[in-house]
């Protein structure tokens, strides 16, 4: 079982700066992917950045140039550090990871979220 804990949200005013990280445990081995989702009041999810198989991080347009994913393989832990924070920035922000856990299986985890309201 693998286990995805967010931290790090919080209230921060418009133009104000927050990192979050979400560290992985249990059983991860196979894990490949993670991201980052958020989902907006009365909104569908959206993916905010993506880091597949190493490579360099994927942004949602609306936060190029403002959001910057990076991990510490160490602490199995992935940040998504956040600056320039906009109002529609507010949102809960999810951490996702797939793990493959067979040449035909890949099973999907999600952290329980973290709240990020930014006020203007």
């Known amino acids: 079982q693998v286990q995805l804990v967010e931290s790090g949200g919080g209230l921060v005013q418009s133009g104000g700066s927050l990192r979050l990280s979400c560290t992985a445990s249990?059983?991860?081995?196979?894990?490949?992917?993670m991201d980052w989702y958020r989902r907006a009041p009365g909104e569908a999810r959206e993916l905010v950045a993506t880091?597949?198989?190493?490579?360099?991080?994927n942004y949602a347009d609306s936060v190029k140039g403002r959001f910057l994913m990076f991990e510490d393989n160490k602490k199995n832990t992935v940040y998504l550090e956040m600056t320039d924070l906009k109002p529609e920035d507010t949102a809960v922000y999810y951490c996702?990871?797939?793990?493959?856990?067979?040449?035909?299986?890949?099973?999907?985890?999600w952290g329980q979220g973290t709240q990020v309201t930014v006020s203007s």
């Open positions: 880091n597949i198989d190493g490579g360099p991080p």
């Open positions: 249990g059983s991860i081995a196979g894990i490949y992917n």
């Open positions: 996702h990871a797939d793990q493959r856990v067979s040449p035909v299986q890949i099973l999907s985890h």
